[in-house]
């Protein structure tokens, strides 16, 4: 029979240490110690809460936590939490859990149940999971809700036919396209133009004062969640000259991954936002990179201007779907909102 314990960390290093053991061999991925621990340790709104399933030779059989993230609803600070690191080993999906004898519920769905419910108690009234298509109803037995979310992913490719076999989420036609365009795209970019001046590379972490707030459900631009959520290695920031603005930050790229757009001020003008692309494409260029990404969800505002001066720019823009899994707890002070998504919340690093 198993047992379920719900943790606040810190935990004993050990069972880190075997949560991502099983985690990494049960899902196939490669998770880098330092990451885990930055995700799970050292969010500035508190360690991760974990639920983990326990064998009776002490062997943990099954884990998920939800690590809090610090976001705004409209402009004001709150938390939200994503789940992560959930796996079950297959010898015990059909234990009995102690103290839930009569439950005709998977030892997985149990776990989640009681995940989410003690979440809830420590003010976490959002959950926002991206959950391979396996694992999904898992969450959605523990009342998670399914939610496609419409975006344009925007890209400019300085590898075509790389970034034809390698983009995810493109169906065949999707791809050719993309290497069609990838040829004129290089060729574009390549012909002189104007200096990218007004631009400046600022620290990841560097205050901001965007003037207007987000409504609903936005990523935070406060200095604690920025240096925590980008690490100074990995990602860059780019914002006009002589402004306070948040700006662009973007994740490194490589000669086989795009640099990618992560999160972007609410508020800069046409004018802005072309010098910083720019600068954005002279920044790929000379790091090699396969080209730009940005994934602009809809929102009602952004879409509609950004999208527009990003083809212009000579971005090959395409229409697609993100398929997220929202929770919503029942207290009386949590109240439906809109999600303004952006990258930073997807792309965490393994």
Not at 177 to 206: C, K, T
Not at 232 to 247: A, K, Q, W, Y
Not at 248 to 269: A, F, M, P, T, W
Not at 297 to 302: C, Q, R
Request: charged share 20%.
């Amino acid at each position: 029979m198993l047992s379920l314990s719900i943790s606040r960390g810190p935990l004993d290093e050990t069972l880190y240490a075997a949560i991502l053991q099983g985690y990494t061999e049960l899902a196939h991925a490669t998770v880098l110690p330092r990451n885990f621990r930055r995700w799970t340790q050292q969010s500035p709104s508190g360690p991760a809460l974990h639920a983990i399933l326990t064998a009776e030779n002490g062997q943990v059989a099954g884990h998920c936590c939800l690590f809090p993230i610090p976001m705004e609803l409209d402009g004001q600070r709150i938390t939200i939490a994503k789940a992560e690191y959930f796996f079950v080993r297959s010898d015990f999906r059909k234990e009995a859990v102690h103290g839930h004898e009569k439950s005709i519920k998977p030892a997985a769905v149990l776990l989640l149940e009681s995940l989410y419910r003690c979440g809830s108690q420590l003010g976490w009234n959002w959950y926002l999971v991206s959950a391979p298509e396996e694992v999904a109803p898992l969450h959605r037995m523990a009342g998670c809700r399914k939610v496609a979310v419409s975006l344009t992913e925007c890209l400019l490719t300085f590898r075509p036919w790389t970034a034809a076999a390698n983009t995810p989420n493109l169906g065949t036609r999707q791809r050719a396209a993309l290497a069609m365009a990838g040829s004129l795209q290089r060729i574009f970019w390549a012909l002189p133009r104007n200096s990218n001046g007004g631009v400046r590379e600022v620290v990841v972490d560097a205050s901001s004062n965007d003037k207007q707030a987000r409504p609903g459900i936005s990523l935070s631009s406060d200095v604690d969640f920025l240096s925590w959520r980008y690490a100074t290695s990995e990602f860059h920031r780019l914002r006009p000259e002589n402004s306070s603005t948040l700006g662009l930050i973007v994740k490194s790229g490589s000669s086989y991954e795009y640099l990618r757009v992560c999160q972007s001020s609410s508020d800069l003008d046409k004018q802005d936002t072309k010098r910083v692309v720019s600068a954005l494409v002279k920044m790929a260029l000379q790091e090699k990179s396969l080209g730009v990404r940005w994934a602009v969800y809809d929102d009602g505002t952004s879409e509609n201007q950004l999208v527009p001066l990003l083809r212009k720019m000579g971005f090959l823009c395409i229409r697609r779907e993100r398929t997220i899994y929202v929770r919503r707890s029942a207290a009386p002070e949590s109240k439906s909102a809109s999600w303004q998504l952006q990258d930073s919340l997807f792309c965490f690093d393994s």
